[in-house]
């Protein structure tokens, strides 16, 4: 399996509720290791620019002022297969669908605030490393 690269953000929800390290802790521990990390507090801008994709969808507003709420702490995350196996650990986008001891089930409100965000594919994946960091912020393990 290839070593691939990911986006990971601990969203508003889960720094409210003091979960960054259990949350690193749960990708370690699942082999995907932080090659990129900030803490930051999006902007508007930020926030409408990273959701771009959902600016049609009812609840884009309402996403943006959660996502604007509180800090958030952005990542790359690198392992084997790291696209698929962040979506495994994160679970499904509601937590009232997502499989027991995934971090949505284990931590989520509910669809909107999920704690988590993860790339859904490859090319997202290098879209969304690239909105958040240079390539000099990459370290190489
Ligand atoms: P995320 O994986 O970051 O991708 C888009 C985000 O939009 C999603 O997680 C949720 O935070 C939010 N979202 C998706 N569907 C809904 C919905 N039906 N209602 C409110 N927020 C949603």
Avoid at 20 to 37: D, S, T, Y
Avoid at 59 to 80: I, N
Wanted: proline share 4%; with cysteine; glycine share 8%.
């Amino acid at each position: 399996m290839a070593i691939e690269r990911t986006l990971s953000i601990i969203k508003p929800d889960g720094l409210k509720k003091n979960l960054v390290g259990a949350i690193i802790a749960h990708f370690e521990k699942a082999g995907l290791h932080p090659v990129a990390m900030r803490m930051m507090h999006l902007s508007r801008a930020d926030a409408e620019g990273f959701y771009a994709v959902h600016k049609e969808r009812p609840f884009f507003g309402s996403l943006v002022e959660f996502m604007t709420s509180g800090p958030c702490v952005v990542m790359a995350l690198e392992g084997e297969n790291a696209i698929a196996k962040n979506r495994e650990i994160m679970g499904a986008t509601d937590p009232k669908k997502a499989a027991d001891g995934t971090l949505r089930k284990l931590y989520a409100t509910d669809v909107e605030k999920n704690t988590v965000h993860g790339s859904d594919s490859p090319e997202n994946a290098k879209i969304e490393i690239a909105y958040f960091f240079r390539t000099t912020e990459l370290v190489k393990r």
